[in-house]
């Protein structure tokens, strides 16, 4: 293990101390994705309504009355997190609240599938909302199938050995750059001050704000509970998940400057790997390299950059502070 590892104290943590997701949710041990409601929630406060589509969280949340949230919640059809959120953003305007968070919270499916056309739509017409796609690389929720989120290599119900998933992950954050909305950032369950900073961060920013937080799941990652929060690390301190931000698709801050560890550090703590062989795994870590090279390419381009013209017939969100 690394010296930068092993010098990690969760004690010297600062983050806030409110907490709104409440105890006897019906999450799974060592379920990343409760802990990321939990920072979420501290990130953005009591004045948070959250809608969840079809996902782990619809279920974790609990059957009304009993729900583990602290907050307003509206749970939607699978493919309508963006707009309904939009939906609430629209009534809250016209009651002149905009002190209020709207937050649509889905997984990978809901995202980067079943969701991807409403919220491209929600993006395009720049809604003034915060996003965040909770993802967990495969629809956990109803057995583990692949999505196009799930990595290159991983094993999945509907990717079984010896045929595992040929193709590599869908970039997302990349996508919805392109969209130009005013920010995107990757975040990790296992960087909490950094996510709060970027969650606290888009809510002072009008317009459409995109969060993609890489989680664990041991029941579909094959590991062990008590590791989720280690393997979240080591995804982001072997290169393999990044952590940046993206202002109007062309201004990227690279976050953190991860340990680069070999790829194997990350890959052999989970069950759904078991089946590359060194060749696959040569693979992931020639992509690996291949896409900080892009990433980095990316990052020097846009710094000289400046943000795109706003349209001249079109009233736009406009930032109100693009700095944490």
Not at 29 to 58: E, N, S
Not at 185 to 203: G, M, W
Not at 319 to 324: I, K, L, P, R, Y
Request: hydrophobic residues 40%; neutral net charge; contains cysteine.
């Amino acid at each position: 293990m690394s010296a930068q590892l092993e010098s990690y104290d969760p004690r010297n943590l600062h983050l806030p101390e409110e907490d709104l997701l409440r105890s006897g949710h019906l999450a799974c041990p060592g379920c990343g994705a409760a802990l990321g409601m939990r920072l979420a929630l501290k990130a953005l406060g009591p004045k948070t309504i959250v809608v969840i589509p079809a996902c782990c969280w619809a279920v974790i949340n609990g059957p009304y009355p009993f729900h583990a949230l602290g907050v307003p919640v509206l749970q939607v059809a699978f493919e309508t997190a963006a707009v309904s959120a939009a939906g609430i953003r629209a009534a809250l305007a016209v009651q002149g609240r905009d002190d209020i968070a709207v937050l649509a919270w889905a997984g990978d499916g809901g995202t980067f599938d079943i969701g991807f056309q409403s919220l491209s739509g929600a993006v395009e017409r720049n809604e003034d909302i915060i996003y965040v796609c909770y993802d967990n690389e495969a629809y956990m929720n109803t057995g583990i199938q692949r999505s196009s989120a799930t990595p290159f290599g991983a094993w999945t119900t509907t990717t079984p050995e010896p045929d595992i998933k040929p193709e590599p992950k869908k970039n997302m954050v990349e996508i919805l750059a392109e969209h130009r909305i005013p920010y995107a950032a990757t975040a990790s369950i296992a960087f909490p001050e950094d996510f709060v900073r970027k969650l606290q961060k888009a809510r002072s920013i009008k317009g459409t704000k995109f969060i993609h937080l890489w989680i664990s799941c041991p029941a579909g990652h094959k590991s062990e509970e008590r590791l989720s929060v280690h393997i979240a690390r080591l995804a982001v301190e072997t290169g393999v998940f990044p952590l940046y931000e993206v202002e109007y698709g062309s201004k990227y801050t690279i976050n953190h400057e991860p340990a680069f560890l070999d790829v194997t550090e990350y890959l052999k703590l989970q069950g759904r790997f078991r089946y590359l062989t060194p060749e696959d795994v040569d693979f992931i870590r020639r992509s690996v390299a291949w896409e900080w090279q892009r990433l980095r390419a990316k990052a020097a381009m846009g710094s000289s950059l400046p943000p795109p013209p706003a349209p001249s017939r079109r009233i736009m969100p406009v930032a109100s502070s693009s700095e944490g």
